[in-house]
């Protein structure tokens, strides 16, 4: 584990019990757990405010995410602006297939992107709880994480001068390319796992074609339609892992998504000038245990699970409440139960996360893959969807996040 005696670069001048590592979903919500229950804690971030208030990604959440958010006083915007989604389309052999979860499972998905739930979550934590935020922070550095006195490090940026920080626990949710993973690696085990399948992740502004997503499996490879606001929707087409996308020039992307989200009767797509366009390479991992001594890691920091299924905001927030809670019992009632358990409990979610997305993904590729035997399963998986109840109904609970347990 990296661990550089604080002492070696400055004195711990300041003190919280916690330190949160990322202003995120997942370190946003864990610091407005602590400040509702009274804890102190600092959240160290390494962009600026406006920066993470304005990065657009995920759009899709889960109902009992909001319920969670809602139980701790964090949906209040979102229950006023969210789109409630009742249902998904499939399109495949040339024709829509709309699939109702609602209708199926009395249950929906809310449409608010994750700009806007961040926005929300650092009002709430830096203006209304009265929470510690540092924006702009330089090599954000742990030390002692194995003793019972860890402590952070950073530089800060108006002084240029590295700042420490003592604290009880450090709350990794820096994300995929943060620090406090990196901390950990040749301790924890981290499996991988790669579609060898690229997405070019789009944001187009144009109002949604349809108001559903869409699910545009065609043989010449999956294309999406993801709804996120009344003027922007985003699209994906699937390419080849490590796509330039100099390659997809705006004519190029509307011509190939008519082509993949065609289908007998459906609208024509409305286009718009493509206001992101990034090729990402279709991976995950999962880090194990998520706790290493006082550390304990949280969201993208501890495991990533590639867009298709639109679940990792999910599991950050859903790993945010679990720390949160472990935290606040630790420090304010010396049970440290919920810490103790807390990675084991987060990982039996995380891979269930993990094994839908593969399946997900064979649905989707499977017809593109250039291997005749996966594309007959795939369209098997697909026409099974429709003609099963069972299968539907699995599908849905999963799609939904609604299982009762994990
Ligand atoms: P984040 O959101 O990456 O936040 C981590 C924060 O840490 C900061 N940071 C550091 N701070 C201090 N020191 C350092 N050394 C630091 N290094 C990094 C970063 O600036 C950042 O502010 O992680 P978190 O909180 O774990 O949240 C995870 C989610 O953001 C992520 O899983 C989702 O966006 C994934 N995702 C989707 N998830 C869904 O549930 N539904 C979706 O529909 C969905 N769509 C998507 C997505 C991800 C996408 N991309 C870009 C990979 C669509 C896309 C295109």
Same mark, same amino acid.
């Given at each position: 584990?990296?661990?550089?005696?604080?002492?070696?670069?400055?004195?711990?001048?300041? *003190?919280?019990?916690?330190?949160?590592?990322?202003?995120?979903?997942?370190?946003?919500?864990?610091?407005?757990?602590?400040?509702?229950?009274?804890?102190?804690?600092?959240?160290? !971030?390494?962009?600026?405010?406006?920066?993470?208030?304005?990065?657009?990604?995920?759009?899709?959440?889960?109902?009992?995410?909001?319920?969670?958010?809602?139980?701790?006083?964090?949906?209040?915007?979102?229950?006023?602006?969210?789109?409630?989604?009742?249902?998904?389309?499939?399109?495949?052999?040339?024709?829509?297939?709309?699939?109702?979860?609602?209708?199926?499972?009395?249950?929906?998905?809310?449409?608010?992107?994750?700009?806007?739930?961040?926005?929300?979550?650092?009002?709430?934590?830096?203006?209304?709880?009265?929470?510690?935020?540092?924006?702009?922070?330089?090599?954000?550095?742990?030390?002692?994480? @194995?003793?019972?006195?860890? =402590?952070?490090?950073?530089?800060?940026?108006?002084?240029?001068?590295?700042?420490?920080?003592?604290? @009880?626990?450090?709350?990794?949710? @820096?994300?995929?390319?943060?620090?406090?993973?990196?901390?950990?690696?040749?301790?924890?085990?981290?499996?991988?796992?790669?579609?060898?399948?690229?997405?070019?992740?789009?944001?187009?502004?144009?109002?949604?074609?349809?108001?559903?997503?869409?699910?545009?499996?065609?043989? @010449?490879?999956?294309?999406?339609?993801?709804?996120? =606001?009344?003027?922007?929707?985003?699209?994906?087409?699937?390419?080849?892992?490590?796509?330039?996308?100099?390659?997809?020039?705006?004519?190029?992307?509307?011509?190939?998504?008519?082509?993949?989200?065609?289908?007998?009767?459906?609208?024509?797509?409305?286009?718009?000038?493509?206001? !992101?366009?990034?090729?990402?390479?279709?991976?995950?991992?999962?880090?194990?245990?998520?706790?290493?001594?006082?550390?304990?890691?949280?969201?993208?920091?501890?495991?990533?699970?590639?867009?298709?299924?639109?679940?990792?905001?999910?599991?950050?927030?859903?790993?945010?409440?679990?720390?949160?809670?472990?935290?606040?019992?630790?420090?304010? *009632?010396?049970?440290?139960?919920?810490?103790?358990?807390?990675?084991?409990?987060?990982?039996?979610?995380?891979?269930?996360?993990?094994?839908?997305?593969?399946?997900?993904?064979?649905?989707?590729?499977?017809?593109?893959?250039?291997?005749?035997?996966?594309?007959?399963?795939?369209?098997?998986?697909?026409?099974?969807?429709? =003609?099963?109840?069972?299968?539907?109904?699995?599908?849905?609970?999963?799609?939904?996040?609604?299982?009762?347990?994990?």
């Amino acid at each position: 584990m990296t661990e550089t005696p604080a002492s070696h670069n400055s004195r711990a001048t300041q *003190r919280f019990p916690v330190v949160v590592v990322g202003a995120g979903p997942a370190g946003l919500t864990v610091g407005c757990v602590l400040r509702a229950a009274g804890v102190d804690c600092l959240v160290l !971030e390494s962009e600026s405010r406006e920066f993470v208030e304005r990065r657009p990604r995920a759009g899709v959440i889960e109902e009992p995410v909001v319920r969670g958010l809602e139980r701790r006083g964090l949906a209040g915007t979102l229950l006023e602006r969210a789109r409630r989604d009742t249902a998904c389309e499939f399109r495949f052999d040339g024709g829509r297939h709309p699939f109702g979860y609602h209708e199926l499972t009395g249950h929906h998905h809310w449409v608010y992107p994750q700009q806007f739930l961040v926005t929300d979550l650092v009002r709430e934590y830096a203006d209304m709880r009265g929470g510690a935020v540092r924006f702009g922070v330089r090599d954000v550095r742990l030390h002692d994480l @194995d003793g019972d006195r860890p =402590s952070v490090s950073y530089v800060c940026p108006e002084s240029g001068r590295r700042e420490a920080v003592a604290c @009880d626990f450090v709350a990794g949710c @820096d994300g995929a390319r943060g620090v406090t993973r990196a901390a950990v690696a040749g301790r924890a085990r981290v499996s991988r796992h790669d579609y060898g399948i690229g997405w070019l992740a789009l944001l187009a502004e144009a109002p949604p074609s349809a108001d559903r997503v869409l699910f545009g499996c065609h043989p @010449d490879g999956f294309a999406g339609q993801m709804p996120r =606001s009344p003027e922007v929707t985003r699209y994906y087409l699937q390419c080849p892992p490590g796509d330039d996308p100099g390659n997809w020039p705006h004519d190029r992307v509307w011509a190939e998504l008519h082509r993949r989200l065609g289908a007998a009767g459906a609208e024509p797509l409305t286009g718009g000038p493509l206001i !992101e366009k990034r090729v990402l390479d279709m991976h995950d991992y999962v880090t194990e245990p998520m706790s290493f001594g006082r550390l304990h890691l949280a969201g993208d920091a501890a495991h990533l699970v590639a867009p298709i299924a639109a679940k990792g905001l999910n599991l950050a927030v859903h790993d945010a409440f679990a720390l949160g809670d472990a935290l606040v019992d630790r420090l304010l *009632r010396g049970d440290g139960t919920g810490l103790a358990g807390y990675s084991a409990s987060r990982l039996r979610q995380v891979w269930d996360y993990q094994e839908f997305s593969q399946w997900l993904s064979e649905l989707y590729h499977g017809g593109a893959s250039g291997n005749p035997f996966r594309a007959g399963t795939a369209l098997a998986r697909l026409r099974r969807l429709f =003609s099963s109840p069972a299968t539907a109904a699995a599908f849905a609970e999963r799609y939904l996040g609604t299982a009762a347990r994990y």
